[in-house]
């Protein structure tokens, strides 16, 4: 499958996720932070694209984001791409935040907040 069109895809679900989080207002994308294409897709497959938010913080100068991850798995439940979103929420008066409850859930709660901590270094240098 072309590339552009699993973005296109993780894109949507991830726009969805972020907003079903956001029951009044809006997602807007900030940043499109990273794109990995793990194992090639062939056309014709059948993919299985799961998304869900991962870390919800503040940000001085931008408010309240959200950072979404889509990853995409094949027919046989193998994993072949992995998308990383950066959303801000649009609400003033949103208050939500996300507490992992496994070790999967730890490990990319920490891996967001890692991207997170070096989102606030580019957005204050620039």
């Known amino acids: 499958m072309f590339g552009g069109y699993l973005m296109k895809e993780a894109f949507d679900i991830s726009f969805v996720t972020a907003c079903l989080q956001n029951p009044n207002g809006l997602a807007e994308l900030t940043r499109v932070d990273q794109v990995l294409f793990l194992k090639p897709v062939p056309v014709g497959s ?34 072949t791409n ?22 999967n859930e730890i490990l990319e709660y ?16 620039v």
Do not use: C, W
């Open 82 to 103: 992995n998308f990383n979103f950066l959303f801000r929420v649009k609400d003033a008066n949103y208050e939500r935040y996300i507490y992992p409850e496994t070790f």
């Open 110 to 125: 920490h891996e967001a907040k890692r991207r997170l901590h070096f989102e606030r270094i580019y957005h204050n240098e």
């Open 46 to 79: 059948i993919m299985d694209l799961r998304s869900k938010v991962t870390l919800i913080e503040e940000i001085e100068g931008l408010g309240k984001v959200m950072r979404v991850v889509t990853k995409g798995y094949n027919e046989h439940g193998v994993q």
